[in-house]
C-alpha cells in the first residue's frame, strides 16, 4: 500500500508490477499507515481506521448518560490522596441540557477513568466537553480527556481545553510521568483551529503505540501524529477525562479499541528440595511446562539460568484476562511416577494487566504425612514454625477426609508467589517444608483450601 495526493490510497498484489486504487469513501483523507508485521491499519479523515471493506462499527464502549445514570463503572484517580471519593453526578449542566456527566476534581487529582476491566494500549477515546470562550475565574485551567491514566499512580497523556488570561482557548497535548511533561504540543485558537464558542465540543485521541492524533469537532489538528519515543510516560491505561482545579462537564464518551496490550508470561518451578533429596539430576534430568498455551502438544523446556535451582521458561504473550492451565512435568512423562502433580488436576494462572510477569513459583513439593494414630476429627491449619524464618519454615495441618487440597502463598498486594501443595491427599496429619530463599523480606499470607474448608495466615520473612 501507498498514499498519493487527496488522500487516494493504492494497492499492489505483485510485488509492485501494477497498482489499484482503493476507493475509502467520499472525502476520507489518509493521514497515516502502520504495519507491525500482522495488520496494517490506514488511519483517515475524522478517526476513521480504513481497510479494503470500510465498514464501521458502533463503539465498543459508550458512556452517554441517557437514563440519568452512568453505565460504565467510573473510578476517580487517587494518587495525589485525594480522599474526597468519587466526585461524578448526571445533572442538568451549564447549557442547561440534562443528563450530562459532571466531575469535580477537588484536590487536584484531574484524572476521572473509566474501569474497562483491563488496560488498553491502542485504541480511540472521545467525549463531548462543555467549553467556555470567555476567560472566566471560575472555569478551571483545563479541561477535557485523559487519554492513558494509570490507576494508581500520577501518570497520564492528556488533550485538554486551556482558559486562562494567557493564550486562552488554545489545545494541548501533553505526557506527565508525576514529575515532567512531555510531547507539550500547543495549538492555538482562531490560528491552528476556528475558535471554540462556548458550548460542548467533540474532543478525540487516537494512539497507537506511542504515536497520538488528537481531533476537535472532526478535525485533525495540525502536525499529527505527535510520537513519544524512547521511554513513554505509560504504555497502556485506561482513558477518561482530565480537569485541572474545577469541573467538567461531558458527555457521548466513546472508546474504540483497536488492539489490547499483551503481557509475557514466565513459568517457574522451585526444584530445590528434588534436587537435595536426589531425585532431580540438574546435569541428567528434564523439566518443562505444557498447557492450553501450545495445545498441550510440545512442553517447552524449562531451564535454571541462574543455578539457583529455579527452573523457568516464557510460555507466551497474553491479554489480560486470559486463562492459562497447565502442568510441569519431569522428564516429559505423564505417568504418575514423574508426572507433577502427582495425577493431579492442571493448575491455572489469569495474565493480569500489570505487565511482563511470572507466574507464581511452584514448590516441586516436600510434603509428608505425619505418623498420628487415628484420623482428625476436623480441619486445621497450624501457625508456620519458626516464625519469623530465614529461608525454610515448616507449616503442619490436618484434614479428616480424602480432600483436593491446595496450599498458596500471597504477598500483601495479594500476587501469588508461591504454590505448596495442589493435590488429593486422603485424611491424616501433614507438614509442608517451604523454602523462601527466592523471595524477599517481608510478610507472607498462606492459604489452605480443603473441599469447602479454608484457613489463611501469616508468615514473616527476613533476612
Known amino acids: 500500500y501507498f498514499a498519493g495526493s487527496k488522500g487516494a490510497i493504492y494497492r499492489s498484489e505483485d510485488a509492485g508490477e501494477t497498482w489499484e486504487q482503493e476507493i475509502s469513501g467520499a472525502d476520507n483523507y489518509i493521514y497515516d499507515l502502520k504495519y507491525d508485521g500482522k495488520k496494517l491499519w490506514a488511519v483517515g479523515k475524522f478517526g476513521l481506521i480504513m481497510n479494503r471493506d470500510i465498514t464501521y462499527t458502533q463503539a465498543d464502549y459508550t458512556e452517554e448518560f441517557t437514563d440519568g445514570t452512568a453505565d460504565l463503572t467510573w473510578v476517580e484517580n487517587t494518587a495525589n490522596a485525594n480522599t474526597g471519593g468519587l466526585n461524578l453526578t448526571v445533572a442538568a449542566d451549564s447549557a442547561g441540557l440534562s443528563n450530562v456527566g459532571i466531575y469535580v476534581d477537588d484536590a487536584n487529582t484531574g484524572l476521572l477513568y473509566a474501569d474497562l476491566g483491563k488496560k488498553l494500549k491502542n485504541y480511540e477515546v472521545s467525549a463531548d466537553i462543555y467549553c467556555v470562550k470567555e476567560v472566566s475565574a471560575s472555569e478551571p485551567l483545563y479541561k477535557g480527556l485523559a487519554i492513558k491514566t494509570d490507576p494508581a499512580i500520577t501518570k497520564f497523556y492528556r488533550f485538554v481545553y486551556r482558559n486562562s488570561s494567557s493564550s486562552s482557548g488554545a489545545l494541548k497535548l501533553q505526557g506527565y510521568d508525576g514529575a515532567s511533561w512531555y510531547i507539550s504540543k500547543q495549538w492555538n485558537a482562531g490560528v491552528d483551529f476556528d475558535t471554540l464558542e462556548t458550548g460542548f465540543h467533540?474532543?478525540?485521541?487516537?494512539?497507537?503505540?506511542?504515536?497520538?492524533?488528537?481531533?476537535?469537532?472532526?478535525?485533525?489538528?495540525?502536525?499529527?501524529?505527535?510520537?513519544?519515543?524512547?521511554?513513554?510516560?505509560?504504555?497502556?491505561?485506561?482513558?477518561?477525562?482530565?480537569?485541572?482545579?474545577?469541573?467538567?462537564?461531558?458527555?457521548?464518551?466513546?472508546?474504540?479499541?483497536?488492539?489490547?496490550?499483551?503481557?509475557?508470561?514466565?513459568?517457574?518451578?522451585?526444584?530445590?528440595?528434588?534436587?537435595?533429596?536426589?531425585?532431580?539430576?540438574?546435569?541428567?534430568?528434564?523439566?518443562?511446562?505444557?498447557?492450553?498455551?501450545n495445545g498441550w502438544s510440545t512442553g517447552i523446556v524449562m531451564t535454571d539460568t541462574n543455578a539457583d535451582t529455579i527452573y523457568s521458561a516464557e510460555i507466551g504473550e497474553y491479554e489480560a484476562g486470559t486463562v492459562i492451565n497447565y502442568k510441569y512435568r519431569r522428564n516429559a512423562a505423564w505417568d504418575n511416577t514423574e508426572e507433577f502433580p502427582y495425577g493431579g488436576p492442571s493448575r491455572e494462572y489469569v495474565v493480569s494487566d500489570e505487565g511482563n510477569q511470572d507466574m507464581p513459583v511452584v514448590l516441586y513439593g516436600d510434603i509428608t504425612e505425619v505418623a498420628i494414630d487415628g484420623v482428625p476429627n476436623d480441619y486445621a491449619l497450624e501457625q508456620n514454625y519458626p516464625n519469623p524464618f530465614n529461608p525454610a519454615t515448616t507449616v503442619k495441618f490436618q484434614i479428616p477426609s480424602a480432600e483436593m487440597v491446595t496450599m498458596s502463598i500471597f504477598n500483601v498486594t495479594g500476587q501469588k508467589v508461591a504454590e505448596l501443595v495442589n493435590r488429593q491427599l486422603e485424611a491424616g496429619y501433614y507438614s509442608v517444608n517451604f523454602n523462601a530463599s527466592a523471595l524477599p523480606s517481608g510478610m507472607y499470607i498462606y492459604r489452605l483450601n480443603a473441599g469447602e474448608y479454608t484457613s489463611v495466615k501469616k508468615m514473616t520473612l527476613l533476612k
Not at 482513558?239 to 464518551?253: I, L, R
Request: net charge negative.
Open 202 to 293: 467533540n474532543f478525540k485521541a487516537q494512539v497507537i503505540d506511542n504515536k497520538f492524533w488528537v481531533y476537535i469537532d472532526g478535525e485533525l489538528l495540525p502536525g499529527c501524529p505527535y510520537t513519544h519515543d524512547g521511554a513513554p510516560v505509560i504504555s497502556a491505561g485506561y482513558p477518561g477525562v482530565y480537569v485541572y482545579g474545577g469541573n467538567v462537564e461531558f458527555d457521548n464518551f466513546k472508546v474504540n479499541v483497536f488492539e489490547y496490550p499483551k503481557y509475557m508470561v514466565t513459568a517457574n518451578v522451585d526444584m530445590g528440595v528434588m534436587v537435595r533429596r536426589g531425585e532431580f539430576v540438574p546435569a541428567s534430568s528434564a523439566l518443562d511446562v505444557m498447557g492450553s498455551f
